[in-house]
């Protein structure tokens, strides 16, 4: 039978020095999306359960001029409920319009979701695109990583077992504007993401000035795909190009074949989901 | 009829509060003083021999009360029966084994081994962890075209994989061919999908004062109860079935699923004992529908007129035979669908493999012959570059053609192609989107499915209906109620006939001891048999008042009516007797004011099943559905704007109840046709949860327009027909066919995924 | 084992209990005779165990019991308390949006949910509300069409007038 135990720390600090002191012992519970799920299925079991969805000081929505300061455990439907975040976010907006569903979006957190490190997590391309920071503490220190460098493969993340993400800062820049944020599901609610994509783009006198993108399910990480980026810089975005593009999409992602789509399908739908985010916000960008 | 008639009214469910108020105990709900937590130890692997079951260990584990294997069912192989009180042979019963024999081979992953009782389900579950099983392995087989190989795994006791053949031959197939002017061939592959009702299976058993076992159990058929009596060796009046009101069923509840185990657990412990499946163990246990592949072969002339149609069908029955001999029955019989053709062959095989097994869903057989023919008919409007509606009028039967597989004469009306023009009407003219990326396409198909049981089976319903003094109405009926208002209907018709209100009405159901015993809930057969049983009943009273009554007011029995609660002349209603009156004078004068009434079905012999002709079910029903896609020939992703229902119902008893069967039918079959697909590789289930066993949520379902025509032309009570099956019928095609006409693509696999469709495009060079 | 711990408040009834801290609300909830929470699938996957939890809606058998800790959980018995619970039961009774049920109580709780946001009647809206909820029945549409109507009395009877 399964041992496990409960612990729920009021305060951040409380939060990070149970996980120092019992480190392996640990799992962080905030939304509690999946934990009873894994504990089922014998994915988890045995631990002490620290619940930190109590901590106010960690649910927040913070703009100042430079930068959008968001809260770990701030709710899905909560960044929904921000007019910040939809007028100035575009693509994170559009990736919680399409998160599992209403119901679950009261409680799933943005950083258990980030945490959590599935290859499908949809609030992952949309950060990666913004070029999001992560503040991450432990008891004794407090460092950043930068969203890029956070994924190390499937539920797998930098994170040491004494560490927490406490915070997630957005440079507040222009770009962040013209965003969107494409999934491919099975069905129309309650569906895991095949492939997804996140795009912001900047361009001046019909070239390409800067552009971020971002794919999910398509890798055993979301990820940046620097190197189509790179190609597109500077570019007059034409049909030559986009194909061009397409190509090197298809190249950079490594998707698997499950009971939901095979390989190939989800490399071809790369490139498409690609054509459509750029031909979507290269028309909004021309206004 | 008049509008104090409760019959024809949209009145709400008797069931409705209680489920409303979530007072309604469902299976699950339901706890006793001292009960026990059961568990099923399950095989790991999907063909092997069972060497030994070491239960010692998990014996031993505080907590835990029993712990049984095969050795432990006084009969733990039956033959499968299916709620007939007829014996019926032909090839149409099957092995019912309750656990894994050492010695004998596994089937399917999944199939019980053992059955723990514990004080808890953590403990149970711990329990099964600990039994020790020890497998031969075998390689199994799990295609059923390599099953029926000869040299192939076998995969039971038998000497062959092939369970059944039938066949159904009118005039020369070889003429027809040779006389046609166009001939077209396909093939279409079907596969397993499940039923996913929102209640997993549930059942409680405990022994009451007398040692009578008691079953609750979610189940479409009480009178499993005998099957249950012989696996125990008690006698059947021992045996003790109360059926709940079920979370769903769609024929996935209609064999046995988990009173065998409980039953057992309760003579063991003497304790009452309770079994829930979890979502999985549902998903990856109990029956699903059975994979077919078709191949057609259609010959006609130029003028549309079909000639020659042949069809072979291989049927995937999975592990277990259950009901798959009367499943391959169904599809033999509606393969060459509504249509008048003077030619055909149909050879059906249905084939064990060692999957999980395949058995009862809505449609039964009937769907998948659906699939295949309104598919072709499709392909032959393409051929002969002929509008399909226009096809479809060319060839439909008309009321007093025969089937053109078993040559059954259809008295009743058939509504065709009225139906399929009606649904496509509805359409209404195509939608027009701007995004060059996106296809819009129509489609429709039409078809037949029976209702009742098949003939041969000498089906019957009783039901019991009762005045009481105060006027209050006592329906008595073994209906099981899936959710579809079994149960209410009747009530619906018995007050109807006797004039009172529906509020005034109780029903007391679904107990195999205290309630007649009216069938199973299956075969769409419940409207017709159980409501013609109470309709029958509720007449005699009706006959016995007014013949009183007429005494009574000085006129003739047939001058009066019952409304409102009131005896009254027809034609001057100011004259009457309160029915509470009419009632106090019968009983008074020892005239009888209850009935229990039997309906009989039309009773015949067992077919030849190479060659299946005559009666084989008492009725069909006749509809169509039409639909309107938008497909994105890019990423291969299908949307369904628009779904048109139309059928034939013979009568709307309950609007409202009719229209929730259409609507819901259509948006079952949506999942059918674009996302689900119970897929097993090399016996292992690929979708055991809802995470990967997709169903249309509400987002993906439009609003389904339902247009009933009331032809008046059934069997049933009233002249109406049945509805639960045949509105999942239609609906798959007719989506295949508007993907058709969206992309010029014909899909022979489904579900039609986005990833089918594309692979299908590109090969037709489009993109 | 540890048990921890619960105060809990059901429908206006306080609760104490100790629970482990891998059970679920779910299971806590129909252990404490609430059975109109129903269980389909412990994974979050079919919606029917939705209930409001401090009035926002959840899905109780991917929630911990201890998570429910000092707050205040409403099951489909608590819409007979007030006026707008009752329109909703009877507008699903009326318009038959009830079959085999299953689904209903979860589908309730979400109803009430979108209701309590005072919201414009919208039938996509609507949709969306619920699509985190499964049903094999009905086809969605006598529900949908059960919550609008209510949604459009409530509206005009906020003053908003007709929609």
């Known amino acids: ?136 503490e432990n008891q004794e220190s407090k460092r950043i990583v930068e969203l890029k460098d956070f994924f190390i493969s499937p539920r797998k993340t930098i994170l040491q077992n004494n560490e927490m993400i406490t915070g997630i800062k957005i440079k507040n820049t222009s770009i962040n504007k013209n965003g969107c944020f494409i999934k491919l599901g099975l069905r129309q609610a309650m569906a895991i993401s095949l492939a997804s994509i996140a795009m912001v783009l900047e361009s001046k006198d019909e070239k390409l000035t800067d552009v971020r993108i971002a794919m999910g399910s398509l890798a055993p990480t979301p990820f940046r795909l620097f190197n189509v980026e790179d190609f597109l810089i500077g570019k007059r975005i034409d049909e030559i190009v986009i194909e061009e593009a397409m190509n090197k999409v298809g190249q950079s992602v490594s998707p698997i074949s499950d009971v939901r789509a095979s390989d190939e399908y989800r490399r071809y739908i790369s490139g498409i989901l690609f054509k459509r985010a750029l031909n979507r916000l290269i028309n909004q960008a021309r206004g | 009829m008049s509008k104090s008639r409760l019959i024809g009214q949209a009145i709400p469910r008797q069931d409705a509060w209680a489920k409303v108020t979530g007072d309604l105990k469902y299976a699950d709900d339901f706890s006793l003083p001292g009960m026990l937590y059961a568990k099923v130890c399950r095989s790991k692997h999907p063909a092997a021999l069972l060497i030994s079951v070491d239960i010692s260990k998990a014996e031993s584990l505080k907590g835990v009360r029993a712990v049984l294997t095969a050795k432990d069912v006084p009969r733990n192989e039956t033959v499968t029966k299916f709620g007939q009180a007829t014996d019926v042979r032909g090839g149409f019963e099957g092995l019912y084994r309750v656990l894994a024999e050492e010695g004998k081979k596994i089937r399917y992953i999944g199939e019980p081994i053992a059955l723990v009782a514990a004080e808890s ?323 429709v198909a039409m078809g037949l499915m029976s209702y009742g049981r098949m003939t041969f089976l000498r089906d019957s319903s009783r039901c019991y209906v009762k005045l009481e003094t105060d006027g209050s109405m006592i329906l008595r009926s073994g209906i099981p109620d899936l959710g579809g208002g079994q149960i ?261 696999q489904i579900p039609a995924t986005a990833e089918r469709i594309i692979r299908s495009l590109k090969k037709e060079n489009l993109k | 084992m540890e048990e921890y711990p619960l105060k809990i408040t059901v429908n206006g009834k306080k609760i104490n209990a100790m629970v482990y801290p891998e059970q679920s609300l779910l299971k806590f909830l129909r252990s404490k005779g609430f059975t109109e929470v129903k269980c389909g699938c412990e994974k979050g996957d079919c919606g029917i165990c939705t209930v409001l939890m401090n009035g926002q809606t959840i899905k109780s058998c991917i929630t911990l019991a201890i998570q429910a800790n000092g707050k205040e959980i409403l099951t489909a018995k608590s819409l007979e308390e007030t006026e707008i619970g009752r329109k909703l039961q009877e507008s699903f009774v009326n318009h038959g949006a009830i079959q085999c049920g299953f689904c209903t109580t979860g589908m309730l709780m979400a109803a009430k949910g979108y209701l309590d946001k005072k919201p414009v009647p919208d039938k996509e809206e609507i949709k969306k509300a619920i699509s985190g909820i499964l049903c094999r029945c009905t086809g969605y549409k006598k529900i949908i069409e059960a919550i609008y109507d209510v949604a459009v009395e409530n509206y005009r009877m906020e003053g908003n007038g007709h929609v």
């Open chain 2, 121 to 443: 389900e953590a403990i149970a579950e711990k329990a099964v962890e600990l039994i020790e099983i020890q497998y031969e392995l075998l390689p199994g087989v799990f295609d059923p075209e390599k099953a029926m190989k000869p040299g192939a795994y076998l995969v039971g006791e038998k000497n062959s994989n092939i369970v059944n053949e039938f066949g159904c031959i009118t005039g020369d197939i070889d003429k027809g061919f040779k006389a046609s002017e166009v001939i077209i061939q396909d093939r279409f592959e079907i596969p397993f999908i499940d039923h996913a009702y929102l209640e997993p299976e549930a059942g409680i058993s405990w022994l009451d004062d007398y040692g009578t076992l008691n079953i609750r159990v979610s189940t479409q058929v009480i009178e499993h109860f005998r099957d249950v009596a012989e696996v125990l060796n008690l006698p059947h009046n021992k045996v003790r079935y109360i059926g709940t009101m079920i979370g769903g069923g769609f024929g996935g509840k209609e064999d046995i699923t988990v009173e065998s185990f409980i039953a057992l657990l309760t003579l063991k412990t003497k304790k009452p004992v309770r079994l829930v499946y979890t979502r999985e163990e549902s998903l990856t246990t109990h029956c699903k529908k059975h994979g077919f592949i078709e191949k057609y072969k259609i010959g006609a002339m130029k003028n549309g007129k079909i000639v020659a149609l042949e069809a072979h069908y291989i049927g995937n029955a999975g592990a277990y035979t259950y009901l798959t001999p009367w499943v391959g029955l169904y599809a033999t019989v509606s393969a060459s669908g509504p249509y008048k053709i003077p030619n055909v062959k149909i050879k059906t095989e249905m084939v064990l493999t060692n999957n999980i097994f395949a058995s009862a869903f809505r449609g039964f057989g009937s769907n998948q012959a659906n699939i295949g023919y309104e598919s072709m008919m499709d392909e032959l409007a393409k051929k002969l570059n002929m509008d399909p509606l226009e096809i479809r009028k060319i060839n439909c039967m008309r009321t007093g053609d025969a089937l053109s597989t078993t040559g059954q004469i259809i008295k009743t009306y058939i509504a065709l192609p009225e139906a399929a023009e009606k649904a496509w009407e509805g359409l209404g003219e195509p939608t027009v989107l701007k995004d060059k990326n996106i296809k819009i396409g129509q489609g």
């Open chain 1, 1 to 136: 039978m399964n041992q496990f135990k409960y612990i729920s720390p009021k305060t951040k600090e409380e939060a990070l020095r149970i996980l120092n002191l019992e480190k392996s012992q640990t799992c962080l519970v905030a939304g509690c999306s999946n934990i009873l799920p894994y504990i089922k299925d014998k994915i988890l079991s045995d631990k002490l359960l620290v619940d930190i969805s109590g901590i106010k000081t960690l649910k927040f929505i913070k703009e100042n001029n430079e930068n959008l300061y968001i809260g770990p455990l701030t709710t899905i439907s909560e960044l929904m409920d921000s007019v910040i975040i939809r007028e100035k976010f575009s693509p994170l907006y559009q990736a919680l319009e399409e998160f599992a569903d209403p119901i679950l979006r009261n409680t799933a957190t943005i950083g258990g979701n980030l945490a959590d490190a599935s290859p499908a997590a949809d609030t992952a391309p949309p950060l990666l695109v913004l070029k999001a920071e992560l503040e991450i």
């Open chain 2, 488 to 748: 209410s209907l009747l009530s619906q018709i018995a007050a109807s006939e006797l004039g009172v209100p529906i509020h005034k009405v109780k029903a007391f159901y679904t107990d195999s001891m205290l309630t007649p015993l009216a069938g199973t809930t299956t075969a769409t057969r419940q409207t017709y048999m159980s409501g013609n049983a109470a309709l029958k009943a509720a007449k005699i009273i009706r006959n016995n008042i007014l013949n009183k009554a007429a005494e009574v007011l000085n006129v003739n029995p047939d001058q009066l009516d019952i409304i409102s609660e009131k005896v009254v002349v027809k034609y001057d209603q100011s004259q009457y007797l309160a029915l509470t009156e009419a009632i106090r004078v019968c009983n008074s004068s020892g005239i009888e004011l209850f009935s229990e009434a039997q309906f009989n079905a039309p009773f015949t012999g067992i077919p030849d099943l190479t060659n299946i002709k005559g009666m084989t079910f008492p009725d069909f029903a006749f509809g169509a559905q039409a639909v309107e896609v938008a497909v994105d020939i890019e990423t291969g992703v299908v949307k369904v704007l628009k779904i048109v229902s139309c059928y034939d119902v013979g009568k709307a008893l309950n609007p409202t109840s009719v229209e929730g069967q259409m609507e819901g039918g259509s948006i079952q079959g949506l999942g059918y046709a674009l996302t689900e697909d119970f897929s097993i590789k090399e016996g292992i289930p690929q979708t055991p949860s809802f995470t990967e066993y997709i169903i249309p949520t509400s987002l993906d379902s439009p609003d389904v327009k339902t247009i009933m025509i009331e032809s008046g032309g059934g069997l049933g009570p009233y002249g109406a027909k049945g509805i639960g099956e045949p509105s999942f019928n239609n609906i798959v095609p007719a989506i295949l066919n508007a993907i058709y006409d969206a992309t010029g693509v014909r899909i022979h």
